[in-house]
C-alpha cells in the first residue's frame, strides 16, 4: 500500500469512527462529511502560521451546531447535497493526491453552483475557526492564538446564550 493510500485510508476511517462516536454516523450522510471534511482541509490548510480546518475543528464544530434550532436547515441540506454532488463529479478526490485536490478545487470555483457551494464551507469554515471554542471549534483557541486575539470579556459559559444551563 502506498504511503498516500494509506493516510487517506487513515482519515477517512478516523473520520468514521469520530462521526459514529457522536452518534451521528449516518450511512446517508457519512460520504458526505468525509467530503466536507476533506474539501475543508484544501480550503484552510495548515500554514506557517494558521491551523488547518481539522486542527481547529471545522467539521466538529458543524457537527455539534447542525441540530440547534438556529442552525438554518436549508444550510445544512445545501453542504449535504452540495457533498454529494461533489462526490459524484469527482469520485476520486478522497484518494486524490494534494495537487490533484487543489486542482479539483479549483474546477469546482469555476462554475456558479460550486462556487456558492465552496462559499459555504468556507463561511461555515471560518465560523468555526473564530467562534468561541464552547461551540465546538477552535479548539483550545488555536485560531485565536495564531492570529494573536484576545477574546472579549466575559467569554460564554453556556452555549446559545442560555444562563441557567438547561
Do not use: C
Not at 107 to 130: D, F, K, R, T
Not at 140 to 156: C, D, S, V
Amino acid at each position: 500500500m502506498h504511503r498516500r493510500v494509506f493516510l487517506v485510508n487513515s482519515s477517512l476511517f478516523s473520520a468514521t469512527a469520530l462521526l459514529n462516536a457522536k452518534g451521528l454516523f449516518d450511512t446517508k450522510n457519512s460520504l458526505s462529511w468525509l467530503v466536507i471534511k476533506e474539501v475543508l482541509e484544501i480550503v484552510f490548510p495548515k500554514t506557517k502560521h494558521m491551523p488547518s480546518a481539522s486542527e481547529f475543528g471545522a467539521v466538529d464544530y458543524l457537527l455539534k451546531n447542525i441540530n440547534h434550532k438556529t442552525f438554518d436547515k436549508d444550510d445544512l441540506n445545501y453542504l449535504l447535497q452540495g457533498a454529494k454532488d461533489f462526490n459524484s463529479s469527482f469520485p476520486k478526490f478522497l484518494k486524490s493526491s494534494l495537487e490533484e485536490k487543489n486542482r479539483i478545487i479549483k474546477q469546482v470555483s469555476q462554475n456558479s453552483y460550486g462556487q456558492n457551494w465552496l462559499s459555504y464551507l468556507i463561511y461555515y469554515g471560518i465560523e468555526a475557526m473564530l467562534s468561541d471554542p464552547i461551540y465546538g471549534g477552535n479548539k483550545n483557541q488555536i485560531a485565536y492564538k495564531a492570529l494573536k486575539f484576545q477574546a472579549g470579556e466575559p467569554r460564554p459559559k453556556f452555549k446559545y446564550g442560555k444562563t441557567d444551563g438547561i
